[in-house]
């Protein structure tokens, strides 16, 4: 795990470089033999296939939207675990225990459902309910879900449900009003260990649909936390609070967009007219393991303002870094679970117009020009202000 949140670092962000997941945390079909379990199911509707309700552009515009910071704000005010609720799965006949968890990412939280949830093993299978607030989920998105209405509101079946490798799971996605974000709800019949299933689970959007129209009011509301999470966490937490530091370190440059990829991560875009390249600054906490150092010139342990991690370093224009990426712990994680909090930081130089300078993938006439700088040299200082501003 801690390898591939490495690669995750190198990558660029989901605006410009890897792109977003669409499914999260894709886990291996399985499940267990049916159970005969019964659900509530919501009075729908449903419109046709790949036919967006309500049109909400695409993600460029979406992420540097006038919503997208307000609607980023709220969310990081919100404990997701507080839009969960138990009390309709007594309805649902999933069994008789509950437990919810931190994560995937500061933003979300999961529900376990089943009867021995909590057991040191496994004797059953379990319902998993991971909801993830605040993904961009764009025109392009919807065209490919299934658009179907809850208590009055459009949500999105995922097309994914359709795939036989999530025999076991569904996705739905709940739109952030009209900002172009969603929120994600992802149930998974999880099978006991030593049970490798692969049965279909049939009831398994009717079952996330139901569990959706219970809580999709608290989706609206997004109810702010009634006191501050305990210990050192990165949680509420603002990444952009550090902005001003970085315009500081690159004062002849102008910040010419702020993109929000998600509510604990935003992007800071900077031009210089004339120049050969454009600045990108990623600013963002993560849920997840202490990261590991990988192999390389210049990568390696790294330490800022009191906190410890790595440092990744990418030559893309020639023999100077044009990318330098910082992950520093913020709080260890525990008993193995991706629930450390960190501080990422990540420089990029991109050249632009590519085509101006030959063949972007593989120059080799060495017509790229001179990098403005090593993409690290500012790293001390941009790390140093990234903790500050995380308090």
Same mark, same amino acid.
């Given at each position: 795990m801690a390898a591939a949140a490495a690669l995750t670092l190198l990558c660029a962000s989901a605006a410009t470089g890897c792109g977003k997941n669409a499914t999260g945390h894709p886990v291996a079909a399985s499940s267990p033999k049916s159970t005969g379990t019964t659900t509530s199911t919501p009075t729908t509707t449903t419109t046709g296939p790949s036919t967006p309700v309500d049109s909400v552009g695409k993600h460029d515009t979406i992420v540097t939207g006038a919503e997208a910071e307000p609607l980023m704000a709220r969310i990081r005010a919100t404990d997701p675990c507080s839009m969960l609720d138990t009390e309709p799965l007594?309805?649902?006949? &999933?069994?008789?225990?509950?437990?919810?968890?931190?994560?995937?990412?500061?933003?979300?939280?999961? &529900?376990?459902?089943?009867?021995?949830?909590?057991?040191?093993?496994?004797?059953?299978?379990?319902?998993?309910?991971?909801?993830s607030l605040g993904e961009v989920y764009d025109d392009a998105d919807r065209a490919q879900d299934k658009a179907e209405?809850?208590?009055? #509101?459009?949500?999105?079946?995922?097309? &994914?449900?359709?795939?036989?490798?999530?025999?076991?799971?569904?996705?739905?996605?709940?739109?952030?009003?009209?900002?172009?974000?969603?929120?994600?709800?992802?149930? #998974?019949?999880?099978?006991?260990?030593?049970?490798?299933?692969?049965?279909?689970?049939?009831?398994?959007?009717?079952?996330?649909?139901?569990?959706?129209?219970?809580?999709? +009011?608290?989706?609206?509301?997004?109810?702010?936390?009634?006191k501050p999470a305990d210990g050192r966490v990165l949680y509420s937490k603002n990444p952009c609070t550090a902005t001003d530091a970085v315009k500081a370190q690159y004062s002849d440059w102008t910040l010419n967009s702020t993109s929000w990829i998600a509510p604990y991560h935003c992007q800071l875009n900077f031009t210089q007219p004339g120049a050969k390249y454009t600045l990108q600054v990623d600013l963002e906490y993560r849920m997840d393991t202490e990261q590991k150092a990988s192999s390389g010139p210049?990568?390696?342990?790294?330490?800022?303002?009191?906190?410890s991690g790595i440092i990744l370093r990418s030559n893309v224009y020639g023999p100077v870094p044009s990318r330098c990426a910082v992950s520093l712990t913020y709080r260890p994680s525990s008993d193995g679970r991706l629930n450390g909090h960190l501080i990422r930081l990540a420089v990029d130089w991109t050249a632009v117009p590519l085509a101006q300078y030959g +063949?972007?993938?593989?120059?080799?006439?060495?017509?790229?020009?001179? &990098?403005?700088?090593?993409?690290?040299?500012?790293?001390?200082?941009?790390?140093?202000?990234?903790v500050r501003a995380a308090g």
């Open positions: 007594k309805s649902m006949n &999933l069994g008789a225990k509950s437990a919810t968890r931190e994560g995937p990412g500061l933003a979300g939280c999961q &529900l376990r459902v089943g009867d021995h949830v909590g057991e040191p093993a496994s004797k059953d299978g379990l319902y998993l309910f991971e909801l209405t809850v208590n009055g #509101r459009a949500i999105y079946r995922s097309h &994914l449900a359709d795939d036989p490798t999530f025999a076991d799971t569904c996705y739905y996605y709940v739109p952030a009003g009209h900002t172009g974000y969603a929120h994600r709800m992802r149930l #998974r019949k999880v099978p006991a260990d030593g049970a490798p299933d692969k049965t279909p689970w049939l009831e398994k959007c009717d079952v996330a649909k139901s569990y959706v129209s219970k809580i999709v +009011d608290r989706l609206d509301s997004l109810t702010p936390r009634d210049g990568n390696g342990p790294y330490q800022a303002a009191g906190l +063949d972007p993938d593989h120059p080799s006439d060495g017509s790229w020009p001179p &990098l403005p700088s090593d993409a690290c040299a500012n790293i001390d200082n941009l790390s140093a202000a990234a």
